[in-house]
């Protein structure tokens, strides 16, 4: 067993508590757990979008429910960690910033070891960035607009004319070639925010100061405008290699909030959504393996009636030459089947999650639509033996088998109901997060190969 595997401790908490430190309560995602907490401290945790409280029947006792959220926040001196069920190298592998598994391996032994997510996120964003901006910074032509008193470029003759007569200062306008672009701001902001943050190692701390100097007379955005313009920036074979450090720039920017706290810097809250994680890994992993058969379109808004009041918005909208054959939604937790699902071979979703799926299958004119869970790894199941294999080695994919791929063992499990009086057939899938991440990869082949199968099925 490695390191890494053997860090994925048992879903149990921990209150650390030492002289002069911070109360300390490690928790797992998607887990309720008893804790001796204070009313204040009780109400601001309540108070919170990553957790739930409830009181316990013991005075002073509550019950603590983690939700789809991962990382650490700060409430007072109460440190909240939330860690996920997925071992640590998948957590990474589902960022999805284009590199190797080999590239996070350090941080994941890390932050298997240490509990805390965003001082190892930071280290690898640190050595990602590096590497990037080793390949030279990037340059590119960006559009000036200013009133000068020389000629510079080309007159804007439209905002020239508006002057009436005035010759100087004169309208230009110019494109030029400079550093100080939407890629290289992107990355200072989200730089100077990483230095911020506490009990990152000191070698990567001085990769980000050495990074910082590389990117002298770069502008630096506020959060909420380097967040705009990352969805904004469109990528070609010329700054392809930003991609990674890019993405993980966005992570850090959008999830992480601090505080100075007595003159020191602390982190106040860093928490991931598993949720929008797992939906944008299999997003994207699935335009990259369905490229040339089917267009994949995510977050599309479609209505449900005729006269176009009612919006829906299917995860993924599956289209070949414009027309929609297909649709897809995305779920992170897949639910314990209950007494009368447990003979059923494969997954079965919840209730609400198949009405929605019909309404989608319904107003887009298909026959067939697909719900994708994430299989809780967790799950026990009462019927099985100890010993045999999980509900999720058994394929039972209509999708076939992947004879191609050198991992035939990849289970992708599926079942299917059909909907009364129209015959609607309604899939779902469990991807299992618990193997490697080659593994998981040739699940998202199979799941491909269902898809593509199952819009055929739909068009004809």
Same mark, same amino acid.
């Given at each position: 067993?490695?390191?890494?595997?053997?860090?994925?401790?048992?879903?149990?908490?921990?209150?650390?508590?030492?002289?002069?430190?911070?109360?300390? @309560?490690?928790?797992?995602?998607?887990?309720?757990?008893?804790?001796?907490?204070?009313?204040?401290?009780?109400?601001?945790?309540?108070?919170t979008?990553?957790v739930?409280?409830?009181?316990?029947?013991?005075?002073?006792?509550?019950?603590?429910?983690?939700?789809?959220?991962?990382?650490?926040?700060?409430? *007072?001196?109460?440190?909240?960690?939330?860690? &996920?069920?997925?071992?640590?190298?998948?957590?990474?592998?589902?960022?999805? @910033?284009?590199?190797?598994?080999e590239?996070?391996?350090?941080?994941?032994?890390?932050?298997?070891?240490?509990?805390?997510?965003?001082?190892?996120?930071? !280290?690898?964003?640190?050595?990602?960035?590096?590497?990037?901006?080793?390949?030279?910074l990037?340059?590119?032509?960006?559009?000036?607009?200013?009133?000068?008193?020389?000629?510079?470029g080309?007159?804007?003759?439209v905002? =020239?004319?508006?002057?009436?007569g005035?010759?100087?200062?004169?309208?230009?306008?110019w494109?030029?070639?400079?550093?100080?672009?939407?890629?290289?701001?992107?990355? #200072?902001?989200?730089?100077?925010?990483?230095?911020?943050?506490?009990?990152?190692? $000191?070698?990567?701390?001085?990769?980000? %100061?050495?990074? +910082?100097?590389?990117?002298?007379?770069?502008?630096?955005?506020?959060?909420?405008?380097?967040?705009?313009?990352?969805?904004?920036?469109?990528? #070609?074979? +010329?700054?392809?290699?930003?991609?990674?450090?890019?993405?993980?720039?966005?992570?850090?920017?959008?999830?992480?909030?601090l505080?100075?706290? $007595?003159?020191?810097?602390?982190?106040?809250?860093?928490? @991931?959504?598993?949720?929008?994680?797992?939906e944008?890994?299999?997003?994207?992993?699935?335009?990259?393996?369905? =490229? *040339? %058969?089917?267009?994949?379109?995510? =977050?599309?808004?479609?209505?449900?009636?005729?006269?176009?009041r009612?919006?829906? %918005?299917?995860?993924?909208?599956l289209?070949?030459?414009?027309?929609?054959? *297909? @649709?897809?939604?995305?779920?992170?937790?897949?639910?314990?089947?209950?007494?009368?699902?447990?003979?059923?071979?494969?997954?079965?979703?919840?209730?609400?999650?198949?009405?929605?799926?019909?309404?989608?299958?319904?107003?887009?004119?298909?026959?067939?639509?697909?719900?994708?869970?994430?299989?809780?790894?967790?799950?026990?199941?009462?019927? %099985?033996?100890?010993? !045999?294999?999980? &509900?999720?080695?058994?394929?039972?994919?209509?999708?076939?088998?992947?004879?191609?791929h $050198?991992?035939?063992?990849?289970?992708?499990?599926?079942s299917?109901?059909?909907? =009364?009086?129209?015959?609607?057939?309604?899939? #779902?899938?469990?991807?299992?997060?618990?193997?490697?991440?080659?593994?998981?990869?040739?699940?998202?082949?199979?799941?491909?190969?269902?898809?593509?199968?199952?819009?055929?099925?739909?068009?004809?």
């Open positions: 067993m490695s390191i890494v595997d053997g860090a994925v401790r048992p879903d149990v908490s921990e209150m650390v508590r030492e002289a002069g430190e911070d109360q300390r @309560v490690l928790l797992h995602e998607w887990s309720t757990k008893r804790l001796q907490l204070d009313d204040d401290a009780a109400r601001c945790l309540g108070e979008l990553w739930s409280v409830a009181p316990d029947r013991e005075r002073g006792w509550w019950k603590v429910s983690t939700r789809q959220w991962v990382g650490a926040f700060t409430l *007072g001196d109460l440190r909240i960690i939330v860690r &996920p069920k997925i071992k640590p190298e998948n957590l990474f592998f589902l960022l999805e @910033v284009g590199l190797p598994p590239a996070w391996q350090a941080e994941a032994i890390d932050y298997a070891t240490n509990d805390e997510l965003l001082p190892a996120l930071v !280290s690898f964003f640190a050595r990602t960035a590096e590497t990037t901006l080793a390949r030279g990037f340059h590119h032509y960006r559009h000036e607009e200013d009133d000068l008193l020389a000629l510079r080309r007159i804007d003759f905002r =020239q004319f508006r002057r009436g005035v010759l100087v200062p004169m309208a230009c306008s494109d030029d070639f400079t550093a100080d672009i939407d890629e290289n701001r992107c990355l #200072t902001a989200a730089i100077r925010l990483a230095l911020r943050v506490p009990d990152v190692p $000191h070698d990567d701390r001085r990769r980000l %100061r050495r990074l +910082l100097a590389a990117l002298d007379g770069v502008a630096e955005p506020a959060v909420s405008t380097a967040l705009d313009r990352l969805d904004r920036i469109g990528y #070609t074979r +010329l700054n392809a290699h930003y991609r990674p450090a890019l993405r993980l720039a966005r992570l850090i920017l959008a999830n992480c909030t505080q100075d706290q $007595h003159g020191d810097t602390a982190a106040s809250a860093f928490m @991931v959504d598993m949720n929008e994680l797992f944008q890994f299999v997003t994207s992993r699935l335009r990259r393996k369905l =490229q *040339g %058969r089917l267009d994949v379109a995510a =977050q599309l808004r479609p209505h449900l009636d005729i006269d176009r009612v919006q829906i %918005r299917p995860d993924l909208t289209r070949s030459h414009g027309e929609t054959v *297909g @649709v897809a939604d995305l779920k992170y937790k897949l639910t314990d089947g209950d007494s009368s699902t447990a003979d059923t071979v494969g997954p079965l979703g919840r209730h609400g999650d198949y009405y929605q799926l019909l309404a989608y299958t319904t107003a887009l004119k298909l026959q067939e639509g697909t719900l994708i869970y994430c299989a809780d790894v967790n799950r026990g199941d009462p019927h %099985r033996q100890p010993g !045999s294999p999980a &509900p999720w080695d058994r394929s039972v994919s209509s999708a076939g088998e992947a004879a191609d $050198h991992c035939s063992a990849a289970a992708l499990n599926v299917t109901i059909t909907v =009364q009086h129209l015959g609607t057939k309604l899939h #779902t899938v469990a991807i299992n997060l618990s193997g490697s991440p080659s593994d998981i990869d040739v699940q998202i082949t199979v799941l491909a190969e269902h898809l593509v199968q199952t819009t055929h099925t739909s068009v004809n």
